[in-house]
């Protein structure tokens, strides 16, 4: 069956430093994957996709995920966190065929220390 | 552009009571879904549509109708509300399978007592 795992729950750095969230995906096909994060209060908002070609994606807010087949992972980054950065962060692979579905992971809470 | 909204953002409910949640978009979308959001376990999908007239079960459907008489609306319904129903359901629409992102609504917060 179709999974997303985060193995992170909760994840605390301080202001400055690196991050990186793990997400691990069980899919049969090429997989389609998303983050995406959800601040206090509010809806999600798409951060960054991998539908083919470079591994290493860039996306919005200086954020970045690079797809490994070998290891089925699609793990975000980022060089220096801002405070803002606080959120709820979720990675998705898209069901191709299937109607367009998204399976999600748990999610991982970001806090950042000033 | 409004994008995705959803009626109504907060409801509090007994149980049996029923309620209709709307989620109305302005992207002329064809696919649209509802999702749960409970602590812990990520966004699970309800149920969705991938073009007027059409729906589908997800992964949780249980407890849920829906509709999608016109292209833009896709109503959720729950007909004797429950408190393990009670959740942040959000909508979401997209233009065509996979090649675009989806647009999430702001969400609604449903409790049941």
Redesign the interface.
């Known amino acids: 069956a179709q999974s997303v795992t985060q193995p992170d729950i909760h994840i605390t750095v301080s202001e400055g430093a690196s991050l990186e969230l793990r997400c691990n995906y069980s899919y049969g096909a090429t997989p389609y994957l998303f983050w995406y994060v959800q601040s206090p209060g509010q809806g999600l908002q798409l951060l960054l996709k991998y539908f083919s070609g470079d591994t290493l994606v860039q996306g919005i807010k200086g954020f970045e995920a690079e797809f490994k087949r070998s290891q089925s992972s699609f793990n975000l980054r980022k060089p220096s966190v801002h405070w803002s950065d606080a959120a709820e962060y979720f990675c998705a692979v898209l069901l191709y065929n299937q109607g367009g579905k998204l399976i999600f992971g748990q999610g991982t809470e970001l806090s950042v220390k000033p | 552009n409004a994008g ?1 909204t959803q009626t109504p953002k907060f409801r509090v409910l007994k149980t049996g009571q029923s309620m209709t949640l709307l989620c109305a978009q302005d992207m002329n979308h064809e ?1 649209m ?1 509802w ?1 749960r959001q409970d602590p ?6 309800i149920h ?1 549509s ?1 073009g007027e007239g059409t729906t ?1 079960k ?1 992964e949780v459907p249980d407890g849920y109708n829906v509709s999608r008489l016109k292209k833009q609306n896709f109503l959720l319904g729950l007909e004797s509300a429950a408190p393990s129903q009670t959740s942040v359901y ?1 909508c ?1 629409s ?1 233009y ?4 675009t ?2 647009f ?4 609604t917060r449903l409790t049941v007592v």
Not at chain 2, 40 to 45: D, E, Q, W
Not at chain 2, 96 to 99: I, K, L, T
Not at chain 2, 104 to 107: A, N
């Open positions: 995705v696919y879904y999702y812990g376990m990520g966004l699970r999908l969705y991938v589908a997800g959000f979401a997209s065509e399978e996979g090649d992102e989806a999430f609504g702001q969400g």
